[in-house]
């Protein structure tokens, strides 16, 4: 069975520090990974996405970075974070693009625990 | 961009009402996925939907393509069910991630 896991859980962090959060999956082959972040009091938001090795899609302007350096492996980073950066950071995964066309191009995600974020 | 509706925000009910949240989008979509968020933060996935109806157990999500609205119902609710309900959409049927509704958030009292 699959399974993703994210850490750290939580993480309380200066401003100005840098960031660095570690997501992986286990029991799939190239799979979709995805970043979300929900602030306090607002949705969910995708930050980035990825279908392969080294490939990083993303979906809004801000001092966060994504990294795919393995198949089954996805980073977000920041250099310096800021205030604004808090909140409660999510990885997902689902099923390759290659399946997902055997599929009818559906499918569902599969989240990780999370890791809270508070910038001081 | 896909703008996401749910309502209402806030919802409180007795054990064993009948539980109905809506949700809206405004441009065509692929699918449209129900999460279920606990207190702790963790999300799970409840449906997956691209036409007509799905259940499962106490839980009954359906969807309407040409009005572009889902409803997600819980019959005889439980406490157990309070929790952040959330509709998200995904697009163009690839890798693109999901753009989430507000959520609902559900307390069901004994």
């Known amino acids: 069975s699959q399974t993703i896991h994210q850490w750290p859980a939580t993480l309380v962090q200066p401003v100005g520090s840098p960031l660095s959060l570690e997501c992986t999956v286990e029991?799939?082959?190239?799979?979709?990974l995805y970043w979300y972040r929900q602030a306090a009091g607002r949705g969910l938001q995708l930050l980035f996405y990825?279908?392969?090795?080294?490939?990083i899609s993303s979906e809004v302007p801000q001092n966060l970075s994504a990294s795919r350096p393995q198949d089954r492996q996805f980073i977000l980073s920041s250099k310096k974070l800021l205030l604004s950066d808090s909140g409660f950071y999510l990885c997902?995964?689902?099923?390759?693009?290659?399946?997902?066309?055997?599929?009818?191009?559906?499918?569902?995600?599969?989240f990780g625990p999370g890791t809270r974020l508070t910038v001081l | 961009k896909n703008e996401v509706e749910q309502s209402p925000q806030n919802l409180t009910a007795q054990e064993g009402e009948f539980i109905t949240i809506n949700c809206s989008y405004s441009?065509?979509?692929?699918?449209l996925h129900w999460l279920q968020q606990h207190p702790g933060g963790g999300i799970v996935s409840l449906f997956m939907?691209?036409?007509g109806k799905k259940k499962h157990g106490r839980l009954i999500a359906t969807i309407n393509i040409q009005e572009k609205h889902s409803s997600l119902h819980i019959t005889a609710s439980h406490p157990r069910d309070s929790a952040v309900y959330i509709c998200?959409?995904?697009?163009?049927?690839?890798?693109?991630?999901?753009?989430f509704g507000k959520g609902t958030h559900l307390i069901i009292q004994p």
């Open positions: 441009v065509g979509i692929s699918a």
């Open positions: 029991g799939t082959s190239n799979p979709n």
């Open positions: 939907l691209s036409s």
């Open positions: 997902a995964w689902s099923v390759g693009l290659r399946i997902l066309k055997q599929r009818g191009g559906l499918d569902t995600q599969y």
């Open positions: 998200a959409v995904t697009g163009g049927g690839g890798a693109d991630g999901l753009t």
């Open positions: 990825s279908v392969g090795i080294g490939q």
